[in-house]
């Protein structure tokens, strides 16, 4: 069976993205997935349903969700609803992994923890209120979000044969986690599979089966993911945006945006609201 994988994208700026959900309206599913990061749903009004492997976790009002790295899970959101949600790239917690790349928190359903979902709140107003010392404010704030997980949500004796079951996405992580710090440079299924011991042909049968997507494709998402941050920032023109982020120029970038977007970025650009820099 084959999920899709979900490239996460950190603030600029910040260890982590948040943001409400974006299924806030109702009538959104989800399908199955996974991504590196950890991600914490917080359901602030409303109420979400999760499916974690064939297991079904309602989430109501004040109650949340923590998906571990590499766990497949949809999300059902039939009603309105207003959930904050938190990513946070895997390596945050490297000292405290309890296996090779591996670390894992507990979900209780219907747990809750008025503190932890204080902090939750007050993170994403004052990110989102942006006054004067906002991001000292916001990583104080993240930091303690952290504090909270690895001591009253990590699980420290996890089973051998626990850990084996997540092994074949973890090693596509790491593959994938190398992929988007190097995403700016030239970059071959041959020269990834070699670096990490594998033939190309495995690894390309690794991407189609745990990520259903090839590797040409996915790292294109990456890039094009980036390359829409810069244009968004309104610093750089398409072409600078272009070679910033690993395309050969304007031009390819362009291709893999109407294929991707439908719109070009220009089209993008101004349809945004923003004037393009053609500095």
Not at 1 to 17: A, D, I, Q, T, Y
Not at 122 to 146: Q, T
Not at 256 to 266: D, I, N, T, V
Request: charged content about 30%; overall charge neutral.
């Amino acid at each position: 069976m084959r999920f899709s994988h979900e490239l996460v994208v950190p603030e600029e700026g910040f260890p982590f993205k948040v943001f409400i959900f974006e299924g806030r309206e109702g009538g959104y599913f989800r399908e199955k997935h996974w991504h590196r990061s950890i991600e914490i749903f917080a359901v602030c009004r409303g109420s979400l349903k999760f499916y974690m492997e064939e297991r079904a976790v309602p989430l109501s009002e004040d109650e949340f969700m923590i998906v571990n790295s590499n766990e497949v899970h949809a999300i059902d959101s039939p009603l309105p609803n207003e959930t904050i949600v938190l990513q946070i790239p895997l390596k945050m917690f490297e000292d405290y992994f309890t296996g090779e790349q591996f670390i894992w928190f507990t979900h209780e359903p219907g747990r809750r923890d008025d503190r932890f979902m204080e902090l939750l709140k007050e993170l994403y107003r004052v990110y989102s209120e942006k006054k004067c010392g906002y991001d000292m404010k916001v990583k104080s704030i993240f930091y303690n979000i952290m504090y909270l997980l690895v001591k009253e949500y990590r699980m420290t004796d996890v089973e051998d044969e626990f850990v084996r079951k997540n092994k074949n996405l973890n090693r596509l992580s790491s593959i994938t986690s190398y992929m988007k710090d190097n995403y700016t440079k030239e970059m071959s299924l041959e020269e990834v599979a070699g670096i990490f011991g594998y033939s190309a042909t495995y690894l390309s049968r690794m991407f189609q089966k745990y990520a259903g997507i090839t590797f040409k494709s996915y790292l294109q998402s990456i890039r094009l993911r980036y390359a829409i941050k810069d244009l968004d920032n309104g610093q750089y023109s398409v072409t600078e945006a272009a070679l910033r982020n690993g395309f050969s120029g304007s031009k390819a970038l362009a291709r893999a945006f109407q294929k991707q977007y439908g719109m070009l970025p220009s089209e993008y650009v101004k349809k945004s609201g923003r004037k393009e820099n053609r500095e």
